[in-house]
C-alpha cells in the first residue's frame, strides 16, 4: 500500500467520524429541544383530611389489640391451669406408688 492510498483511505475515515459526530449532535440538540418542549404535567392534587377513615384505622386498631390481649391472657390462664394439673398429677402420682 502507497502512501497516498493509506492517507486517502484515511482522510475519507475522517470525513465519516466528522459526519458521525455532526449526526451525534444534531440528536442531542433535538433531543434537548423536545425535552423543553415537552408540557409538565399537573401539579399532584392534594387529599383532604378524612376523618372518617382514620377513626375507622383507630377502631381496628383498637379492637385486634384488645382481641390480642384476651387470647394471650386465655393462653396464660391456660399455661398456668396445665401446670397445676401436672403438678397435682405427679403428687397423686408419687402417693400412688409409696401406697397411700
Known amino acids: 500500500m502507497s502512501a497516498v492510498e493509506k492517507a486517502?483511505?484515511?482522510?475519507?475515515?475522517?470525513?465519516?467520524?466528522?459526519?458521525?459526530?455532526?449526526?451525534?449532535?444534531?440528536?442531542?440538540?433535538a433531543q434537548q429541544i423536545l425535552s423543553q418542549q415537552q408540557p409538565q404535567g399537573p401539579a399532584p392534587v392534594r387529599q383532604e383530611f378524612d376523618a372518617k377513615k382514620w377513626i375507622v384505622v383507630g377502631g381496628v386498631c383498637i379492637a385486634g389489640g384488645l382481641v390480642a390481649s384476651l387470647f394471650a391472657v386465655v393462653v396464660a390462664i391456660g399455661a398456668m391451669s396445665v401446670g397445676i394439673l401436672a403438678l397435682v398429677l405427679r403428687s397423686m402420682w408419687s402417693d400412688y406408688q409409696k401406697g397411700r
Not at 8 to 29: C, F, G, P, S
Open 8 to 29: 486517502a483511505r484515511e482522510a475519507v475515515e475522517a470525513a465519516d467520524n466528522a459526519e458521525q459526530l455532526k449526526l451525534i449532535a444534531a440528536v442531542l440538540q
